[in-house]
């Protein structure tokens, strides 16, 4: 079979997989029209802008009463802790090849298992190679940033604490800076933008169209954030480049105050649904996750680099076994796991399903609102 229909019915069979693994019809029903919008009909790919339509209601406030006092004093670090991206050390040198500034270090991937895969590259190439996978994986940062940005938006108007909508205003604005932030970085240091990748736009897309504000929230502050917090962790742990290290720190620090907020506002909520609302949320919540676990596979780079020379399936083999991705796996999910135990969404009920996936190991860590600023950027 020639190896381009081979590569397509790779694709098509993937994305039948994401929707046989949602099992409960609920989550099912929810997420498909986003999961087609994003896996089959490539809404990402097809032009410079795309529309999601938003379903939420906005809610007005009209007694202006202080309602929560964990948000409000994130409300005033906030205020306390802005910062100008003009003033990040842009005039400093970036390459990227160079194995020893690259933002993707040369021990990210294997490269013995390359070669069983049918990756034979020189050195030279190899750097070309990372700089590309640094502008893939900064590129999939920005295009989560500005799904961030119109979440944010849309929960401030939607959230039902008034403390809730103040702070909101300030993670919009600290979105727009993200966006700024890395939009420049990859415009001025890399020159180089990858579009969206397929799985991320389902999860946006499933976030800003449904109506529920705390769907919303579980979707971005929890899972799209502390997956952010994950990789922008491991990127400035491992990399030498200095001018992103000084950008993401600042990032970080930004991020682990959307996660906070995110965790107090569902804490709070989520006690007040109903078992049948709250087991929702728990299914919805882990059939994310496990959509999120193995699926950050860089397809973009395989078909600028490799189509026609190996199969998806072997480029797979080769990401998923990645020491990088490994690394980025287990950190993401010590990050995630903790916060959905804090916000109520681990119960006994699906403890087992997590424990199936080899997840539970992450359970007594700490959640986003105990972590401080020395954890997130050790
Ligand atoms: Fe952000
Ligand atoms: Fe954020």
């Known amino acids: 079979m020639p190896k381009r229909v081979q590569d397509a019915l790779d694709a098509w069979g993937e994305g039948a997989k994401v929707f046989s693994l949602i099992r409960d019809p609920k989550v099912l029903r929810s997420l498909s029209p986003s999961a087609i919008r994003g896996l089959v009909l490539k809404r990402g790919k097809q032009g410079p802008t795309a529309s999601m339509p938003a379903q939420h209601a906005a809610l007005f406030q009209w007694g202006y009463h202080r309602d929560q006092p964990e948000m409000a004093e994130l409300y005033r670090r906030a205020k306390a802790n802005q910062w100008d991206s003009d003033d990040m050390p842009w005039q400093l040198d970036v390459d990227l090849e160079d194995p ?145 290290r000084e950008i993401l720190k600042n990032v970080i620090r930004d991020e682990a105050r959307h996660v906070h907020y995110g965790v107090v ?79 109520g969404l681990l119960t006994p009920r699906i403890q087992p399903a997590y424990e199936k996936a080899g997840l539970m190991r992450f359970f007594e860590g700490p959640a986003a609102n105990r972590l401080g600023e020395r954890e997130l950027l050790s």
């Open 100 to 244: 020893t500034t690259a933002v993707v270090p040369v021990d990210f991937l294997d490269w013995d298992l390359a070669r069983s895969c049918g990756i034979h590259l020189d050195e030279r190439e190899r750097g070309r190679l990372l700089r590309d996978f640094g502008a893939w994986a900064l590129s999939q940062f920005l295009h989560g940033e500005q799904g961030a940005l119109y979440a944010a938006a849309q929960v401030t108007e939607a959230v039902e604490f008034y403390d809730g909508k103040l702070y909101g205003a300030t993670q919009v604005m600290d979105e727009a800076r993200h966006v700024e932030t890395f939009s420049r970085y990859l415009q001025t240091k890399v020159g180089k933008l990858y579009p969206v990748q397929d799985n991320l736009y389902t999860i946006i897309d499933a976030l800003m169209t449904d109506g529920r504000w705390d769907i919303k929230f579980l979707g971005m502050q929890i899972m799209i954030e502390g997956l952010a917090l994950g990789a922008f962790g491991i990127m400035y742990r491992r990399t030498n480049e200095p001018l992103i």
């Open 265 to 343: 506002a569902l804490r709070e909520h989520i006690k007040g649904l109903t078992e049948r609302e709250r087991n929702e949320r728990e299914d919805w919540a882990f059939q994310v996750a496990m959509l999120m676990r193995n699926r950050w596979l860089a397809y973009e780079i395989y078909e600028e680099w490799f189509v026609g020379t190996i199969s998806r399936d072997k480029w797979r083999q080769f990401i998923l076994n990645a020491p990088g991705a490994a690394e980025f796996r287990a950190l993401m999910f010590s990050r995630l796991i903790p916060n959905l135990r804090e916000i």
